[in-house]
């Protein structure tokens, strides 16, 4: 074969590897089979280079059955680098399985420049790779291969560090549990490993998520199949339809409750970030520097305070009780920050620090400053933006000011700062803004809910005087009077036609308002719980009397009739629960249960959630 023949079926090999094309890509190595060491390219790529790069796994899967152990080590020309090191550069870890599996010899090679696989692993970050090299390293290590984590840990024990903070900052906790296990002495060299965890720390579940933990999905098949059971036994579903719901229903409730795996995933989280704190405070108590106030814990504490990260604070409280003392450059310790940052869970310690509580009745910081003037400012952002509205927002922040004042002097209530600033001053200048747009979501939230409340009531107010069936010439009575679902439609009718008119009234209310800051705490917000409470009865006994009517029309008394209808009366209702409840639930909860105080209030969700597994 010429020359030029020979290029031409390179740059063909090159082309059909680019896309993938295994079958034409065999048909050329069963010809040419020291082809495969060719390079195809300026740089020297082999075509395993170019598959490992791109990610053909099957293409490369394959090609590896053409490729014999010793030519599976080839290196590129131009920078020494292995088909396992393209691996580890573009995070190709099926790849990389592949090749160590055709010659672990590959983990010990580097590059022109001295970095083996793992360490470009480690370069480009790609933490799936670099936990699967770290474990090849480590069950080939009683081989002949030395190991290249302990030469990364004896000379460059950085970027250990900056590996580990990088695997925790992206929560994968078993790579960052595994990481400490083998080297603890990344705990011990900085402070970043446990801030990092302070910092990322994940929030446990919560009350609607505990119900379906475990999350077995045989707990789940037997709330919503006892849910579903009571809801068809009031409609009256005839009880082959439920027993065919429970044959065949399980399958599409597993569908329905995929979020369940959201919440295995959250609980797995919280529970690997435990024992990894737990494992870090181990190595940082046997440091050289170990003792009741290592200097390791002072940043994670005031970080986590500052995160709410309550675990972490109890975790190095218990370790190391002087942490508390702990302060920031503007001297502010954790029960300050957590004011500062709105973190209840911190804020709640104080109820138990006995005698140290008496400090932050009397504090005043260098600006002359007390806990009140601290309260008084608007809080961060990503705070703000966990509650539903501005409203909701403003009133959390109220019921921060309204927990601390418990707390002070009734004579630092009113007491100025250096500014000539008393707390109410502080707080009206920082929360002007928010007030404003807690006025403007209200009234617009209000302006539409009532819109509909109106609606409805026109509506059933119309269908209680033109009854279904008309009525007796002579006595002007109902015709169907003595029908069972008659009664149901009156009855809903009426209780639709009370239910909107309450909802229409207290949404009037709102609209009138004075919207003044203190209005947000409790009146505004009741009021707004009320009127959407009352817009869902009005809407729900609205459909219920519709069927009922529906029913008596054109039923013919055929109970068949009811799940159509019922099914299709389920639409509006369920929609408005979907968009509507959220909402509702954050108010109700924001308005009635209380997050502070050591005996903090059991949640009604939670209750509920008891009743229905014992129900079970």
């Known amino acids: 074969m010429s020359s030029d023949d020979y290029i031409y079926f390179k740059d063909y090999l090159h082309e059909v590897t680019t896309m993938g094309d295994w079958s034409k890509a065999e048909s050329m190595l069963k010809s040419f089979q020291d082809i495969v060491t060719e390079a195809l390219t300026s740089d020297g790529s082999t075509v395993l280079h170019i598959a490992v790069g791109i990610g053909h796994n099957d293409f490369v899967k394959k090609l590896l059955f053409y490729v014999t152990n010793e030519q599976a080590l080839k290196q590129r020309e131009t920078d020494g680098s292995t088909a396992l090191h393209v691996a580890a550069i573009v995070g190709n870890k099926h790849a990389a399985e592949l090749l160590v599996k055709k010659n672990s010899k590959l983990l010990r090679i580097k590059d022109r420049n001295g970095k083996e696989p793992l360490h470009k692993a480690y ?77 990322t720390f994940p929030s446990g579940l919560d009350y609607w998520e505990t119900v379906v933990y475990p999350s077995s999905s045989d707990n789940i098949v037997k709330i919503l199949f006892a849910a579903t059971s009571f809801t068809l036994s009031l409609l009256r579903v005839p009880a082959y339809a439920l027993w065919k719901f429970k044959n065949e229903g399980s399958s599409s409730i597993k569908a ?36 009741s106030d290592h200097p390791y814990y002072t940043r994670s504490i005031l970080e986590a305070a500052c995160k709410n990260a309550y675990e972490v604070v109890n975790t190095i409280l218990h370790r190391s009780p002087k942490a508390i003392e702990s302060t920031d450059k503007d001297g502010y310790d954790i029960i300050h920050l957590a004011i500062l940052n709105r973190s209840e869970k911190i804020y709640n310690l104080i109820y138990d620090i006995g005698e140290r509580k008496n400090l932050y009745r009397t504090y005043k910081d260098s600006y002359k400053n007390n ?21 909701l927002q403003l009133q959390r922040e109220l019921q921060w000011r309204e927990e601390v004042k418990k707390l002070v002097f009734p004579t630092y209530i009113t007491q100025e700062n250096i500014f000539n600033e008393t707390p109410d001053m502080v707080f009206t200048r920082e929360h002007e803004n928010l007030v404003k747009e807690g006025e403007k979501w209200m009234k617009t939230t209000a302006e539409s809910c009532s819109i509909t409340a109106a609606l409805i009531t026109t509506i059933v107010f119309a269908a209680a005087i033109t009854v279904p069936g008309g009525n007796n010439q002579e006595k002007g009575t109902p015709l169907f009077r003595k029908e069972t679902a008659f009664i149901i439609f009156a009855i809903s009718d009426a209780i639709s036609l009370f239910a909107s008119s309450t909802a229409l009234l207290v949404f009037l209310s709102i609209l009138t308002a004075r919207f003044a800051e203190k209005d947000f705490l409790v009146s505004l917000p009741r009021r707004l719980f009320i009127g959407l409470f009352s817009l869902l009865v009005s809407t729900t006994t609205m459909m219920i009397a519709f069927c009922a009517t529906l029913y008596l029309v054109f039923g013919d008394k ?3 009739m009811l799940l159509p ?43 509920f959630a008891d009743w229905v597994f014992m129900e079970l």
């Open 123 to 199: 370069e480009n970050m790609h933490l799936d790779t670099i936990g699967y090299l770290l474990k090849a390293v480590s069950d080939y290590a009683e081989t002949e291969l030395p190991s290249s984590l302990s030469d990364l840990a004896n000379h460059d024990d950085e970027i250990g560090v900056g590996l580990l903070v990088n695997a925790i900052s992206a929560k994968q906790y078993s790579l960052a549990i595994e990481l400490m296990e083998k080297f603890p002495v990344f705990a011990s060299k900085r402070d970043d490993v446990l801030v990092a965890i302070a910092k």
């Open 256 to 291: 329905v409750v995929a979020p369940i795996k959201q919440i295995d995933s959250k609980k797995r989280d919280f529970d690997g970030a435990n024992r990894l704190l737990d494992i870090v405070c181990c190595k940082i108590d046997l440091s050289e520097n170990s003792g």
């Open 371 to 391: 806990i009140l003037h601290l309260v008084g400012r608007l809080a961060p952002s990503s705070v703000l933006n966990q509650r539903t509205g501005a409203a």
């Open 558 to 560: 055929k109970p068949w």
């Open 565 to 607: 209808i019922c099914g299709l009366a389920f639409i509006p209702i369920s929609s408005f629960v979907t968009l509507q409840f959220p909402l509702m639930v954050d108010l109700f909860r924001s308005t009635y249960l209380s997050k502070f105080g050591k005996q903090r209030q059991i949640d009604l969700f939670s209750r």
